[in-house]
């Protein structure tokens, strides 16, 4: 079966430090997402992109974070300048429609 | 901001019994609903839905009641496995599925053999 691909599974940065989180969808999905979950809390929206722009995005989703899709594969979450309240597992998901398909998500770690 | 409730952070039923995992919803704009299951170091595995105009969606030993006038579903998994110990996620959606996912916090369920 078709999966979501992240990488890494584990990043590790420094505060202040730039991080790209990157994720293979399923091949013939058109819709991409990311979300979070800080440890102990809810999986939080954070954007959804479609037809190479942004579809929505929550208030987390503040000018630190950038999303794109660099080539006909790829889909990449950057946060800019990172913070240690951006500690967290980040699920890249995709869909065709509905409902959506998640990766294991990439835990990242900022000390 | 909790518009997607589970008031049960867990559940133990025995194997071969009905696990019922409850959620309840506060926003009326909600039209598309969804269980995800979740095993440590995996990422969410989508379950089952259901959309606003039906009040029962099955699916093998999962089935999934909406009531719509108390902004509550349900999941029932008959009859309960193992393998089916993990973290229940409800989720909402608007749109009849296109807007963002809203979460539940998650009910750890175990199965006991």
């Known amino acids: ?111 | 901001d909790q518009q997607v409730k589970q008031n049960s952070p867990s559940l133990s039923v025995q194997e071969g019994r009905i696990s019922i995992l409850n959620c309840d919803y506060t926003n009326s704009m909600f039209d598309y609903f969804l269980w995800y299951k979740k095993y440590p170091a995996e990422g969410p595995t989508f379950l089952i839905s259901i959309s606003s105009i039906k009040d029962k969606n099955e699916d093998g030993r999962f089935t999934v009641f909406l009531n719509k006038s108390a902004k509550h579903l349900s999941l029932h998994i008959v009859p309960s496995q193992p393998g089916d110990s993990a973290v229940y996620f409800c989720a909402a959606s608007a749109d009849t599925g296109r807007r963002a996912l809203t979460f539940g916090s998650g009910t750890r369920l175990q199965v006991q053999p």
């Open chain 1, 1 to 111: 079966e078709p999966e979501v691909t992240q990488t890494p599974s584990h990043q590790v940065t420094q505060m202040g430090q730039e991080v790209i989180l990157r994720c293979v969808p399923i091949s013939n999905h058109l819709y991409f997402y990311w979300y979070r979950q800080i440890l102990g809390q809810k999986v939080e929206f954070l954007v959804s992109f479609y037809n190479n722009e942004i579809s929505e995005k929550s208030e987390i989703f503040d000018d630190q974070f950038s999303v794109e899709r660099p080539d006909g594969s790829n889909f990449t979450l950057k946060i800019r300048s990172t913070k240690l309240e951006d500690s967290a597992m980040y699920f890249c998901a995709s869909s065709g429609g509905s409902p959506l398909h998640f990766g294991n998500g990439t835990r990242l770690t900022v000390t």
